[in-house]
């Protein structure tokens, strides 16, 4: 695991999701970047979070509080804000054209008390996503839209976002799908196995 990766999506999120337009905020920066067709580093999905790890500081990097299945359960303090979140990484991943190089993927589900965030699904697909595009998400029979902002995915529809979890929560496997800024298609399928006790261990640890 990339710590700085991981620490700069953190401050990153908590930079963005703090406003209420949040679907359809479209950064400058995301609106200019470019699929070099290289493994690209993780562009922060906001104005406010360019350079954000050097301000996630010493005390942030995460603390792994427990491993369950595939999932790990994580605390990190970025900016003196409690964070907690379980991480997975893909179980499989494919490119089409084939082969394309990217950086790791990650799945996130993460908390922030202080801004009242729970049980928040975002990933970090590891390549500069085609500005403007949507991805999806696909759990438990059902699919749902996620938009794209850097190198992020969050769900469109946030009322949605309870079910969502709840069906992760039950299900064996996710599928997420997205496309690159130059037109490469992604498919990374995540398991979901031990997320519920995961998040369960988590709620302990961030109470509301």
Do not use: H
């Amino acid at each position: 695991m990339s710590v700085l990766r991981i620490l700069a999506f953190l401050v990153a999120i908590s930079a963005l999701c703090g406003t209420t337009a949040l679907a359809q905020t479209q950064s400058p920066a995301s609106k200019g970047a470019k699929d070099s067709g290289k493994a690209a580093p993780a562009p922060a999905p906001a104005p406010a979070a360019k350079n954000p790890a050097p301000a996630a500081a010493a005390g942030a990097e995460p603390t792994l509080i427990g491993q369950y299945g595939t999932w790990g359960a994580y605390t990190a303090t970025p900016n003196g804000k409690k964070v907690c979140f379980a991480l997975a990484k893909p179980s499989s991943s494919k490119t089409n054209p084939p082969n394309r190089p990217r950086d790791p993927a990650y799945a996130f589900v993460s908390t922030r008390p202080a801004e009242k965030v729970f049980n928040e699904v975002s990933i970090m697909i590891g390549y500069a996503l085609k500005p403007g595009s949507e991805s999806s998400l696909e759990v438990g029979g059902a699919s749902y839209a996620m938009y794209t902002q850097g190198d992020g995915l969050w769900i469109k529809n946030a009322a949605e976002e309870e079910q969502m979890v709840n069906a992760m929560r039950k299900s064996a496997e996710v599928v997420v799908k997205g496309v690159s800024a130059k037109g490469t298609e992604t498919t990374d399928v995540f398991s979901l196995k031990g997320l519920s006790q995961a998040l369960d261990r988590l709620a302990q640890d961030c109470k509301r």
